[in-house]
């Protein structure tokens, strides 16, 4: 069955409840990268890259929009409210997304891991039966294939050059790969999310995919592969987040919570 | 009493420019999906080239505003939509040509490919960037006449 649009989708409660869950895991975690994206504004090695963070936390902050525009359009607050006056326990993103920058190669090996994954994620609702959220799947995985492209650059170039680089590279993976598995996750209602078509494959043939790809990456950098994907201890697509995630939230709402019905 | 018909609208956005290409319009961008006349009701249905393009309110001010200045306009209603998406296929032959004369390279074959430079034509560019100062255009650099360049990006 199609759902045409949010009215439609309103008349199934349960339809409601469970696509309201995935999109929130799509507006977190695209809010909640981009954050951190605009945190290297000034400080990547090149103006290249301070360029490339900006335009990215730009496209990914405008996804988040257009996802808590989808919920708004489903009964939630209006996308100012769900981006900056939520508490982290009614967050649904991958804690790796919310952990600090880091040095360039955890924020390169991390952005390049969500990048993947959010290939295959869009490709998982691109046939959706909520066709709102299959539309936007559409364009947005149009523009993500520049960042997977800057970041497969990136990630491989730091493997290539050996020495300080990889072995700063090699440290990002290994403390990426525990949290790894909390954002290659559809969340807690993904069996029923593939039984009303609103994603066409669930988190098993989601990392059967990512593996494939990633390890010609690892290759390709000349990297060892770290191994099975291990589930994660705190998950993000339940509510659970760390301390990092607070601090996160109290700096990117800091002017919001000054006036929050300011008109900008 | 002016006579509002569709036609017409579509001529009169021709004014409207996209604001950070100043020499092509909307409709040049391929950005207009479609117009409908409900009496002295202009609708207008856009298409984002990109999803998070901070000049969507812009747009859609300067839309509206040239649209109400055509007698018999009364109210202008400006909506964005995402089906069919906006892919860089939609600029016109017209809007390839003036974005060239602005100093931007039309899009490329595929998102790898390199796109012609602006200034000699040549094809044998390198990527400089593949972010720019806005989030559709990336920075090249030509080989043959030696001058940095942007070009629409391919989506």
Not at chain 1, 156 to 162: E, F, I, V
Not at chain 1, 249 to 255: A, D, G, I, K, R
Request: glycine share 8%; hydrophobic share 40%; charged share 30%.
């Amino acid at each position: 069955m199609k759902f045409e649009n949010a009215a439609q989708a309103k008349q199934n409660e349960r339809v409601l409840t469970i696509l309201k869950d995935l999109l929130f895991q799509l507006a977190d975690d695209e809010l909640t990268l981009g954050h951190r994206d605009s945190e290297w504004l000034g400080l990547c090695p090149d103006i290249e890259g301070d360029v490339a963070f900006s335009s990215i936390a730009q496209d990914e902050v405008g996804h988040a929009v257009f996802f808590f525009d989808l919920l708004h359009e489903l009964g939630e607050e209006d996308p100012d409210s769900l981006a900056f006056n939520r508490s982290s326990k009614a967050r649904r993103n991958g804690v790796l997304l919310e952990r600090g920058n880091g040095d360039w190669a955890y924020s390169v090996a991390r952005h390049y891991f969500y990048d993947l994954f959010e290939d295959l994620r869009l490709q998982a609702i691109a046939d959706s039966s909520y066709l709102p959220l299959a539309h936007g799947a559409a364009k947005i995985r149009r523009e993500e294939v520049y960042h997977l492209m800057h970041m497969h650059l990136w990630f491989t170039r730091l493997g290539k050059a050996g020495g300080e680089a990889k072995e700063r590279l090699e440290k990002a993976v290994q403390s990426i790969w525990p949290e790894l598995g909390g954002l290659l996750s559809f969340g807690l209602h993904e069996q029923e999310l593939l039984k009303h078509g609103i994603i066409s494959f669930d988190t098993h043939e989601l990392r059967r995919r990512w593996t494939s790809r990633m390890k010609a990456a690892f290759s390709e950098a000349g990297l060892m592969w770290p191994g099975e994907i291990p589930e994660p201890r705190m998950d993000g697509r339940k509510g659970e987040h760390s301390e990092e995630l607070d601090e996160l939230l109290s700096t990117m709402t800091e002017v919001y919570r000054m006036d929050p019905a300011a008109n900008w | 009493m002016g006579f509002v018909s569709e036609e017409r609208m579509w001529d009169v956005l021709q004014d409207v420019k996209d604001p950070e290409i100043p020499t092509v319009s909307v409709v040049e961008m391929g950005m207009v999906s479609k117009v409908f006349i409900r009496g002295s009701t202009v609708e207008v249905e856009m298409m984002p080239t990109f999803v998070g393009c901070p000049a969507l309110d812009i747009i859609r001010e300067h839309v509206s505003g040239r649209l109400l200045q055509e007698a018999g306009v009364e109210q202008v209603e400006v909506r964005f939509v995402f089906d069919p998406p906006w892919t860089s296929d939609r600029i016109s032959p017209e809007g390839y040509k003036k974005l060239k004369e602005f100093g931007i390279a039309p899009p490329a074959a595929e998102p790898t490919a390199l796109p012609r430079c602006p200034y000699c034509d040549s094809g044998e560019g390198m990527v400089e960037n593949l972010f720019g100062p806005t989030a559709c255009r990336a920075i090249y650099y030509c080989k043959r006449c030696h001058q940095p360049f942007e070009a629409m990006k391919k989506v």
